[in-house]
């Protein structure tokens, strides 16, 4: 207790096993562990004789297990509580008074003069009636129950069973008349469930899992209302029947498998378009076919006026999507017009078919028109076999007619000639050398003008020209810049290509090519990519004649003395094989041009470096010539070119920089004349330099050399 404070109340006693405080204000009973308040002797565990004052808290403490809490809430007035160790708090007063129980009665089990007691035995029942609660809180007897809230944890049954039922009614808080909900336990014989009166109705509303669906009876629209994407579902409620609006102003009837509208006349009026998803439409007549039956497909337009000129009866379209937006574009229409103002006598009507050309630009291609008459406003392309114009038995003109403001032009068959005729006055002329082309029935053509082919000719063709001919027997004159003048495609193999024969010719050239304009292209260019070229010569130039006097079979001549620049001869090899190969007489003697590279990396701990069988056997050498290409290191140079046996067989002629160092620096050595001249086998190059390369360098070296072959037979 922390020890006593000393005042004016004097302890009478203390105990080792009891206290009393007070002469009974305060008392222990430790024998029987109880503690009184206001007496010495305390009848349960915690016994207060006089009032007890308790300070009022706005929730009971914390809940715990098997212990409950008596508590005074801080509202206005301060009620009494009891809480549970659920903490379920329990309202004991309210407002003065003891406070209405909210749940079911329960606790009275079978003992006599209670308020309301089961099946009672002698006992008070509730005042006298008939009302009864059994143990297991059922409740019967009862007339007219007028109440607040009930809650209930069975069945609330209005009737002791079935087919006992009684009426019910749920009365409206608002007009009298509108009633209300009404359980009619007889209507229609079997109950009727009523809601409102007739001209005073009352609204129904049942609200489904999802935000913002529900069904609803809305009294004052007089309509059924089922809230955004509600479904009215037939046969099962997971089935793909179903009615519902999917949006605001898109209603949706759909059918998992078939929808089947059956009526002697289904009216669909749709003030801008009737749309139909689907891969086709059928019309199928079911009477008796004949010659006036079967399904039909009508356009019609009817505005109470008769159709005018160039008014449209019908079009049928065909459109698709352009993009991912499901963006519809109209590809091609055929559309039914009006030929003439209509009456009774006249319903003159062309049939009009359009295409769609780049972007939706619509244009008319074909018209049938009410004469007879087919107009195509493009070309028109046949794919078939046969384009016939007439009857065989016919004695009279076939023509098609091309107009033209200035060259209309007709093609077809002069009867009175016996001739196709192709004319470009418009009209067949009587005289066919007078017409602009004319075959007659001796297969004869007869061209009033010149001739000018875009095409072929096939051959043998052969052109004569009379020796009084006067001019060019074949003159091509190509003003096309970028385009070949003559082109020769040949399959020939063992047959020239092109042969010209000029016995006759002295003094004058057989083939005449002038340039002058010529700069960076070629005057003749010769190219051959195949593999097979062997021992072929890309161009040939061969002398069958016997004459001694000084001729040659080959004659380059630059013809003027300023060209300085102009070389004779300028060949570009990109191989290894000779530049020049020079056979001559009759026993195979030859003499080759060739030239031989390689690129040396030097060695970086010596000052020679050597390139083994660098010279071909049978090499006859001209001169070694070289470039540098990565700078050699440690200040050293070439100072000889020559073989492992003779490293001093070239000696310099030039340098490109003084010393052979420096990246760029190129050089070219000659054979000296004590050296040897002729390689009979293979042999080293040899590179000597002033001191050892320590950092490494590279030299690209070339060898030009001549190939002797000696006689073959």
């Known amino acids: 207790m922390g020890g006593f404070k000393a005042s004016s109340t004097t302890v009478v006693s203390l105990n080792a096993d009891d206290l009393e405080v007070d002469s009974g204000t305060l008392s222990v009973d430790a024998t029987n562990n109880r503690i009184g308040i206001g007496l010495t002797t305390p009848k349960t565990e915690l016994t207060v004789e006089g009032t007890i004052t308790l300070k009022e808290a706005a929730n009971a403490s914390s809940d715990t297990a098997a212990y409950g809490q008596l508590w005074v809430k801080s509202d206005a007035p301060c009620n009494l509580y009891f809480t549970d160790d659920t903490g379920q708090d329990v309202a004991i007063t309210s407002d003065g008074s003891l406070a209405s129980s909210g749940g079911s009665l329960s606790g009275l089990g079978s003992t006599d003069n209670v308020i309301l007691r089961a099946n009672g035995t002698g006992g008070q029942t509730a005042q006298g009636s008939g009302i009864s609660v059994d143990d297991s809180d059922n409740t019967s007897g009862m007339g007219t129950l007028g109440c607040g809230a009930i809650t209930s944890t069975g069945a609330l049954k209005i009737g002791s069973a079935a087919g006992s039922g009684v009426d019910?009614?749920?009365?409206?808080?608002?007009?009298?008349?509108?009633?209300?909900?009404?359980?009619?336990?007889?209507?229609?014989?079997?109950?009727?469930?009523?809601?409102?009166?007739?001209?005073?109705?009352?609204?129904?509303?049942?609200?489904?899992?999802?935000?913002?669906?529900?069904?609803?009876?809305?009294?004052?629209?007089?309509?059924?209302?089922?809230?955004?994407?509600?479904?009215?579902?037939?046969?099962?409620?997971?089935?793909?029947?179903?009615?519902?609006?999917?949006?605001?102003?898109?209603?949706?009837?759909?059918?998992?498998?078939?929808?089947?509208?059956?009526?002697?006349?289904?009216?669909?009026?749709?003030?801008?378009?009737?749309?139909?998803?689907?891969?086709?439409?059928?019309?199928?007549?079911?009477?008796?076919?004949?010659?006036?039956?079967?399904?039909?497909?009508?356009?019609?337009?009817?505005?109470?006026?008769?159709?005018?000129?160039?008014?449209?009866?019908?079009?049928?379209?065909?459109?698709?999507?352009?993009?991912?937006?499901?963006?519809?574009?109209?590809?091609?229409?055929?559309?039914?017009?009006?030929?003439?103002?209509?009456?009774?006598?006249?319903n003159g009507t062309a049939l009009v078919m359009s295409t769609t050309d780049g972007n939706a630009s619509q244009s008319e291609v074909l018209r049938l028109d009410s004469d007879k008459l087919a107009t195509l406003a493009g070309d028109l392309t046949v794919s078939g076999a046969d384009v016939i114009i007439g009857g065989d038995s016919d004695g009279t003109d076939r023509t098609v007619v091309f107009g033209h403001s200035t060259l209309k032009t007709i093609m077809g068959i002069d009867d009175s000639a016996d001739a196709f005729v192709i004319n470009t006055d418009a009209a067949f002329d009587g005289t066919l050398a007078s017409n602009s082309f004319s075959i007659d029935a001796s297969h004869n053509a007869i061209i009033a003008g010149n001739l000018t082919l875009g095409g072929k000719l096939t051959g043998p063709l052969e052109l004569e020209q009379a020796s009084d001919g006067g001019g060019t027997a074949l003159l091509i004159d190509n003003d096309d810049t970028d385009q070949i003048a003559i082109n020769v495609e040949a399959a020939n193999i063992d047959a020239n290509v092109v042969n010209i024969t000029a016995d006759t010719l002295t003094t004058s050239t057989g083939i005449s090519l002038s340039a002058d304009a010529l700069t960076t292209g070629k005057g003749i260019d010769v190219s051959c990519s195949s593999n097979s070229l062997n021992g072929g010569s890309m161009i040939s130039a061969t002398y069958s004649g016997t004459s001694t006097n000084n001729q040659a079979v080959l004659k380059l001549h630059n013809d003027h003395a300023s060209a300085t620049g102009t070389s004779m001869i300028n060949m570009d090899q990109d191989s290894t094989g000779p530049l020049i190969h020079a056979t001559y007489g009759a026993f195979g003697s030859a003499i080759q041009l060739k030239v031989a590279e390689q690129e040396v990396t030097l060695t970086t701990d010596s000052t020679t470096h050597d390139v083994s069988s660098f010279f071909p056997a049978g090499s006859v050498p001209i001169s070694v010539a070289g470039r540098v290409t990565v700078a050699l290191t440690n200040n050293a140079f070439v100072t000889k070119i020559g073989t492992d046996g003779d490293d001093d067989m070239f000696a310099a002629s030039s340098f490109g920089d003084g010393q052979i160092e420096s990246a760029g620096a190129t050089f070219v050595f000659f054979p000296n004349n004590s050296g040897t001249t002729v390689f009979p086998s293979a042999d080293t190059l040899r590179i000597t330099t002033n001191a050892n390369p320590t950092g490494g360098g590279k030299i690209r070296v070339t060898l030009y050399y001549w190939q002797i072959t000696a006689p073959t037979s």
């Not at 899992?209 to 955004?228: F, K, P």
């Not at 199928?284 to 039909?296: H, I, K, Q, V």
């Not at 963006?327 to 017009?337: H, P, W």
Request: hydrophobic content about 40%.
């Open 168 to 346: 019910a009614f749920l009365y409206t808080a608002g007009t009298a008349a509108h009633v209300g909900i009404q359980w009619d336990a007889d209507g229609n014989t079997e109950g009727t469930l009523i809601g409102g009166a007739d001209d005073h109705g009352v609204d129904f509303k049942f609200f489904g899992e999802t935000s913002g669906r529900y069904i609803q009876w809305d009294m004052s629209g007089d309509e059924l209302v089922l809230a955004a994407a509600s479904k009215i579902s037939f046969h099962d409620a997971a089935g793909g029947e179903n009615i519902v609006a999917s949006s605001n102003g898109h209603l949706e009837i759909n059918s998992g498998t078939t929808l089947d509208m059956t009526a002697p006349t289904v009216d669909v009026n749709a003030s801008t378009a009737v749309t139909i998803d689907t891969p086709g439409v059928t019309i199928t007549d079911t009477t008796a076919t004949s010659a006036t039956e079967g399904g039909f497909l009508r356009l019609a337009a009817d505005d109470g006026a008769a159709m005018a000129d160039d008014h449209r009866l019908g079009v049928i379209e065909f459109a698709g999507a352009e993009d991912a937006n499901s963006t519809i574009t109209v590809g091609a229409k055929i559309e039914a017009i009006c030929d003439a103002g209509w009456s009774a006598t006249e």
